[in-house]
């Protein structure tokens, strides 16, 4: 079955770098768009981040522009997120996720993803 997992969160102090990973397993990564998401406490699931499968165009919202680069390897079927210059306001639980087939743009928009992983919590803090 299809399935995404995270992992490489942890506690790190402002300034700090992470490295996430998401693994793909259940179908071939080629073809999908990912994007990364968070979830802060009391806050809506917010997109932040994605990467095209057909041209592995990138694209960020502003507030990670500049500190979170995306990237994938698909014949590792892995995505991968280098965060750095982490910042408090970054703490929330990262997740992974696939975008449905054929889509034609970038999207963050949580409806636009059918597969999701468990979540990897970050935090930033000192």
């Known amino acids: 079955q299809v399935q995404l997992v995270e992992s490489g969160g942890g506690l790190v102090q402002p300034g700090g770098s992470l490295r996430l990973s998401c693994q793909a397993s259940?179908?071939?990564?080629?073809?999908?768009?990912i994007g990364w998401f968070r979830q802060a406490p009391g806050k809506a699931r917010e997109g932040f981040s994605c990467?095209?499968?057909?041209?592995?165009?990138?694209y960020y919202l502003d507030s990670v522009k500049g500190r979170f680069t995306i990237s994938r390897d698909d014949a590792k079927n892995t995505v991968y997120l280098q965060m750095n210059s982490l910042k408090s306001e970054d703490t929330a639980v990262y997740y992974c996720?696939?975008?449905?087939?054929?889509?034609?743009?970038?999207?963050?928009?949580?409806?636009?993803?059918?597969?999701w992983g468990q979540g990897t919590q970050v935090t930033v803090s000192s």
């Open positions: 990467i095209r499968s057909k041209d592995r165009s990138t």
């Open positions: 259940g179908f071939t990564l080629n073809g999908y768009d």
């Open positions: 996720a696939r975008a449905k087939y054929g889509l034609r743009y970038p999207t963050f928009s949580t409806y636009d993803y059918d597969y």
